[in-house]
């Protein structure tokens, strides 16, 4: 039988018709956007449209959005814009970030720069009040993602925006909050310019769009490290990927286009998916919250059946035809897998177990069922007393 694919988290399998279309485009409009000639403007106008059409996307002015290599780029360009201070302050960052925003604090706070980490609650999610306990007059910069990665635990920016507004009201300086949307494009109603964050990374590849290309918003400028040609008024300078822009814009209209049919596709999935693995012997959710369809993203469920390790259980669904994880694809190479779970408090055995199932747009109610009861089978398999 085929393969079935649970792992849109990592990756979204590509659009077909998009990649065929940015394929003409790389075709067509060769010339260099930032040209002055006919083949140049061409590339441009794309380049410009794109722009247009990914902003109302997101709901940021065009003027304040600018396409990068992807979401890890983006996050890195503006934790590292501190370097470029004469005081850089303190950034407050949030201990169940991605490894794109975690690891580069920990490069800062290894270069002298003060971090506070901020751990989630049993929940998975991080709360507004912790994080203005850790406040001080030196913080410069707040780093929280908007839906994890690995729970799917939906983060209350727009709170953490008041309360950072709140704090520094009068004095006249102003906290940076930056957020990773890399999840949250596509998967639960975005809009960047309202919520009032100060800039956020976005990625084309888990919208069905291809690998290489992401984009930033960045509400007012940030003394970026990056120097070269001037493109994308300086904030990332390199000729930009004009085909990969424009199916990243693509892939993106078209999720807020299909927002309320996708939902229903997806939760109607999750509850499926909820309810099946919930019925196998020994399951226990990440968080116990996530049972629920409020505050968490209908397309990452976390289980884990302790001890039975993760990793094992991912090595023998595949060899059964199904694409699971044990986490974010970007840390199990490193074996970080079980930062984000054991920083909301979880023991690390329950941690070790863990298991992420992340499904899309594509993925079908007999795909759910078969797997299950592939799962419901391996587990059963090797909690038999011959295992014991």
Known sequence: MSRIYLDW?????????????????????????SSLHAEGRSAEGILSESRRRFAVAVGVPQSALFFTSGGTEANNMVLS????????GELVVSAIEHSSVYEPAVHLEAHGVPVRWVPAGSDGKVSPARIAQVLSKDTSMVAVMHVNNETGAIQ???????????????????????CDGVQALGKIPVDYG????DSAAFSAHKIGGPRG???????????????????EDSVRPGTEN??????MAEAAERAVQDYEAR????????????????????????????????????????????????????????????AISTGSACASKGHKERRILM????????????????????????????FVFALSQEVLTWNMPARA
């Open 9 to 33: 988290a990592a990756s979204a399998p590509p659009f077909k018709d998009i990649m065929d279309q940015a394929a003409t485009i790389a075709g067509q409009y060769y010339g260099n956007p």
């Open 81 to 88: 814009s501190l370097l470029n201070r004469s005081k850089p």
């Open 156 to 178: 209350p920016i727009a709170e953490i925006a008041h309360i950072l507004r709140e704090n520094v009201r009068g004095s006249g300086r102003r906290i940076h909050l930056h």
């Open 194 to 197: 309202a919520s009032g964050v």
């Open 213 to 231: 290309v992401g984009a930033l918003y960045l509400r007012s400028p940030l003394p970026m490290l990056f120097r070269g040609g001037g493109q």
């Open 242 to 247: 004009v085909p990969g822009i424009w199916a």
């Open 263 to 322: 939902t229903a596709h997806v939760l109607a999935l999750r509850t499926k998916l909820v309810s099946g693995v919930s019925a196998i012997s020994g399951a226990r959710l990440i968080p116990a919250e996530a049972a629920g369809e409020q505050g968490f993203s209908p397309y990452i469920l976390s289980v884990a059946f302790p001890p039975l390790p993760g990793e094992v259980l991912v090595r023998i669904m595949n060899d059964s035809g199904f």
């Open 343 to 370: 920083n909301m408090g979880m023991s690390d055995e329950t941690a070790r177990s863990a298991l992420r199932i992340s499904i899309g747009v594509g993925t079908t109610e007999e795909e759910i069922d078969r």
